[in-house]
């Protein structure tokens, strides 16, 4: 009976591991689909209404884009590129949250009915707050000190004003190698903490609903 048991129990997680490589494919194609689009459309929107004005802002772009400017061919490069990057970073965050949770995802299944396989019956996710924030945290810090450093090796860190503006909101933060990591480190923290307290304030509703029901 228990041999029994453990082999359901391996197949449940086995599932839920391929629910999660699953999930994370379809998020990354959501993310980086729903960033083409709006980069396209904010292209194409500035264009028609400030024509020749239209660089601005979003002609800064360009430091992370690689060939990418205000103009019609510009917008599908742009749309390229955000289909890259928020793809890349939203597939690789479900990835790192699903792999530092682990075995632990079985222990997170709430259910109203008492059954050995928590794959068939109507289960309601938690989420664990550490595995969340170490999986958005590495790839906020690790996005913020490769924009660093690539402004760096671009040689315009100087000219750079705008992305010196995060030394607003993350004290120390210059863009400079060492400035990148510090920054770095310290987004880790602040989004590891705001991690920390969505998953506190989401399972207690979970749980507060899970008894009502």
């Not at 682990?102 to 109203?112: N, V």
């Not at 396989?117 to 989420?127: A, E, F, G, R, T």
């Not at 909101?169 to 770095?184: D, E, F, H, K, R």
Request: with cysteine; glycine share 10%; proline share 2%.
């Amino acid at each position: 009976m228990k041999a029994m048991i453990h082999d359901v129990d391996r197949v449940n997680l086995k599932l839920l591991k391929t629910a999660i490589r699953f999930n994370a494919r379809i998020l990354g194609l959501t993310a980086g689909s729903l960033a083409a689009v709006v980069i396209y459309i904010a292209t194409q929107a500035s264009i028609v209404k400030w024509g020749d004005d239209s660089g601005g802002y979003l002609g800064l772009l360009a430091i992370f884009f690689p060939g990418y400017s205000v103009s019609s061919a510009g917008a599908w490069i742009g749309a390229f590129w955000a289909f890259i990057y928020f793809g890349t970073c939203s597939w690789l965050s479900y990835r790192v949250y699903g792999k530092v949770l682990g075995t632990r995802i079985s222990a997170l299944l709430l259910s109203p009915v008492s059954t050995a396989n928590p794959v068939l019956k109507p289960s309601i996710l938690q989420l664990h707050g550490v595995s969340l924030g170490v999986a958005i945290g590495s790839i906020a810090a690790l996005s913020l000190l490769a924009s660093t450093v690539w402004l760096v090796v671009r040689g315009t860190a100087g000219e750079s004003v705008h992305a010196a503006l995060f030394s607003n909101y993350i004290p120390g933060y210059s863009v400079s190698i060492m400035g990148g990591l510090w920054g770095a480190i310290e987004l880790f923290g602040l989004v590891f903490l705001s991690c920390l307290l969505l998953a506190t304030v989401y399972n207690k509703v979970v749980k507060i609903r899970h008894k009502t029901s």
